[in-house]
């Protein structure tokens, strides 16, 4: 397969990379990381004997919003194909849909709607692996202004594709996209404070560089590229 053939793909997984550091999820992860645990992040960087554990956990995490993605990327491709008919035109309106969320991003239109935030909250959860993957769900579950262009981008795109598994293919390459950043910092969570507090002072330029990747993937999608 011509390596040209998978753009989306690749955007769907760097715009999950961007997704975990925007505005609306990096503050955040020292809460997620110690709430899914169960112990404080001080802990956590101290080299815990439980880190395979704690790894584990948010591996169930992690399961839990690519579970939920997943089952929006394979629903939204499926009602696609019952629009077929109407393929060219849902394809030129997405891409433009895609396109004004980009420039939402990059800060160059202002969607009001896009900032309105919506939070779910468990006040009650079970612990251990489920209690992770249910808060995985109740994460996928929370769609904020930096998460929901992207990701409604990413369902557009999935829409337009002409069966669901390539449809589920796109949101497990969102979800691995916004995992690895996690795992990587589970691991390495002494090295990786400090470069949370990095992008959480530029922030911006995260937000400037996904709407970016959002406009590319727009115009793909108007040009009728095929990408898997």
């Avoid at 690519?66 to 394809?91: D, N, P």
Wanted: charged share 10%; glycine share 10%; with cysteine.
């Amino acid at each position: 397969m011509d390596i040209t053939q998978n753009y989306s793909v690749f955007l769907s997984f760097a715009a999950g990379v961007l997704s975990f550091f925007s505005p609306c999820i990096l503050p955040l992860i020292p809460a997620y990381l110690s709430y899914i645990t169960g112990v404080s992040v001080e802990n956590i960087a101290e080299g815990s004997k439980n880190w395979i554990k704690n790894l584990s956990l948010v591996l169930s995490f992690i399961a839990g919003f690519t579970f939920i993605f997943t089952i929006l990327g394979a629903s939204a491709t499926y009602l696609g194909k019952y629009l077929l008919t109407r393929q060219k035109i849902l394809r030129l309106a997405g891409g433009t849909i895609i396109i004004l969320f980009g420039l939402h991003l990059t800060g160059l239109l202002k969607i009001i709607p896009l900032y309105r935030q919506k939070k779910v909250q468990m006040n009650r959860i079970v612990s251990g692996y489920t209690g992770a993957f249910l808060i995985g769900m109740v994460f996928a579950a929370g769609w904020t202004p930096c998460v929901g262009p992207v990701l409604a981008s990413i369902l557009i795109v999935a829409s337009s594709q002409e069966t669901v598994l390539r449809g589920i293919i796109l949101l497990v390459s969102y979800s691995i996209g916004i995992g690895v950043p996690f795992i990587i910092t589970t691991i390495l969570i002494n090295k990786m404070l400090g470069v949370l507090s990095f992008f959480k002072r530029h922030t911006h330029p995260v937000e400037i560089i996904t709407g970016i990747l959002l406009m590319i993937m727009g115009l793909l999608l108007i040009l009728g590229k095929r990408y898997i």
